[in-house]
């Protein structure tokens, strides 16, 4: 950590830097809690839990063009509806809302509950043999297959979109190249389905609704189309394969709470806003600062790059008590881990069903498990071989 007067300065939330973030967090809020990092063509980063809820609450001020993703997702053409702001981000925000509410989701439990039922005793079979990775045999397809059905993507393409969302994630950082020819062919799938969408009968699902949505009186564009396809095939994806596998991963190791669990799943419910708190898949996220601002001394520029680094708010200790814990009975637990602002995550309903069901199905299936190769990293869609005690 650098101590000149832009305190902070090499300051990372990706790859390996997530292997230790949790003390460089503790660190920033202490020593520097808005500091600014070279990296990523540069940015400021903001780390304390209510400076953070503020900027979420002041889209004026904190604009998410042009990106929320530092660094970009292989493409530079904005995102709908993350990348948009007001008024137009309501605009693209509302046409889907109606398929991610309670009661929406309330309907599609069933299914859940059957696919991670299934992917369940596949694990608890191959447990039987020795050794086995849950993350490829669970956390990874449980909400792929949910999601592609509910988005109307083709199920059987999953194993394609996998090995795509892996190369703009996760491989974007150290090989661009990677992110940016799968971006390509991303944006090439979804041109085609959508295309093929059109001739077909309808059916009830994401593209539908997309395809059916018209703002100002119009039907939106193909390139509108395949962006927001896009944004929901990262978003909708990875993110809650990496809350399966983290919750997973911290259940392997803390067997008392793994009891407490199974014997009462209704505590589950809790557990999972914890985890998310926690060991949430999203970091942070980007915005751009629209007018010079002080922030905890600091004076940001107009047209400086921000990071607000939901990760460390949530572990803040003037937000939380015994922050660091993880307490699953844990009461007000009002977490950064789906923003808290306009662009607060639409799919937050789904995700919580997901993480919810899979975990009950997978601790009424899988007897008692540890890890087994406890170098494993609690973050990430990587391997988790768990075995039974
Ligand atoms: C555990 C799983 C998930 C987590 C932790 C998560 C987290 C987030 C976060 C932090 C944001 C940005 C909020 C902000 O900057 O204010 C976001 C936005 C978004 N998320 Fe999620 N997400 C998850 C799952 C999903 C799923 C399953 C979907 C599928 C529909 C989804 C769709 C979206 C969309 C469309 C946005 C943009 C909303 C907007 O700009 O208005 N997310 N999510």
New binding site residues.
Partial sequence: MSDNNRPGLDFDFHGKALDNIFETYAEIRDKCPVGHSERYGGFWFISKNNDIFAA?QDPERYSVAPS?LLPSFGTDIPMI??DIDPPK?WEY?KILLPL?TPQAIRKIENGIRMTSRELAIKVLESLRHGPTDASSMFARPV?TIV?SRIAGFPEQDWPKFDKWVYDIIYARVEYPERAKNAAQAVMDYFNDLLMARRSAEPREDVIQKLLEARLDGNPLSQDELISYCY??FV??LD??VW?IRSSLWYLGQNLEDQRRLREDPELIYMAVEEF?RTL???QA?ARTCLADTVIQGQKISAGERVV?V?GSGNRDPDAYDHPEKIQIDREDNKHL????????????N??RA??VISLKEFLNIVPEFTLAEPSEQWHGIGKLTIRMN
Avoid: D
Avoid at 337 to 348: D, E, K, N, V, Y
């Fill in positions: 979420e929320m509806p993350i981000h925000r991610f909400p999601f944004l929901l978003a909708g993110t809650t809350a998310l949430s898949p999203v996220m607000l939901f881990a789906f923003g808290a602002g306009i662009h607060r995550c639409l799919g937050s789904l995700a997901e993480l």
